[in-house]
């Protein structure tokens, strides 16, 4: 069996897309490869490129993999699910990979 790591943003201490402190996204890219790893989450919905052309290229430039997307909300209160609903389907890891 193997077992393969990846990466996410919130590792290197982006929380919100908006966070004026957070690394610069193609930098983190750059530190992912740097650090070994190959292949990275989403993180927050604007961190990286949300133009699926766009996140491709800079994925596929850097060798990385998406396995995973990431959709940060209150799951509780069900009233927020339909705002949900579109940046879960949108960033699916398979469109991304195929």
């Given at each position: 069996m193997s077992i393969q790591i990846g990466a996410a943003p919130d590792a290197w201490g982006v929380w919100s897309a908006s966070?004026?402190?957070?690394?610069?996204?193609?930098?983190f890219l750059d530190e992912v490869v740097e650090a070994g790893y190959e292949g990275v989450e989403l993180g927050p919905y604007g961190y990286l490129p949300t133009e699926l052309t766009s996140l491709?290229?800079?994925?596929?430039?850097?060798?990385?993999?998406?396995?995973?997307?990431?959709?940060?909300?209150?799951?509780?209160?069900?009233?927020?699910?339909?705002?949900?609903?579109?940046p879960a389907r949108s960033f699916v890891p398979a469109r991304l990979l195929v």
């Open positions: 966070d004026i402190n957070n690394i610069p996204w193609r930098r491709r290229a800079e994925l596929n430039k850097r060798s990385l993999k998406l396995p995973a997307a990431f959709v940060m909300a209150n799951l509780e209160e069900t009233s927020v699910w339909p705002e949900l609903e579109w």
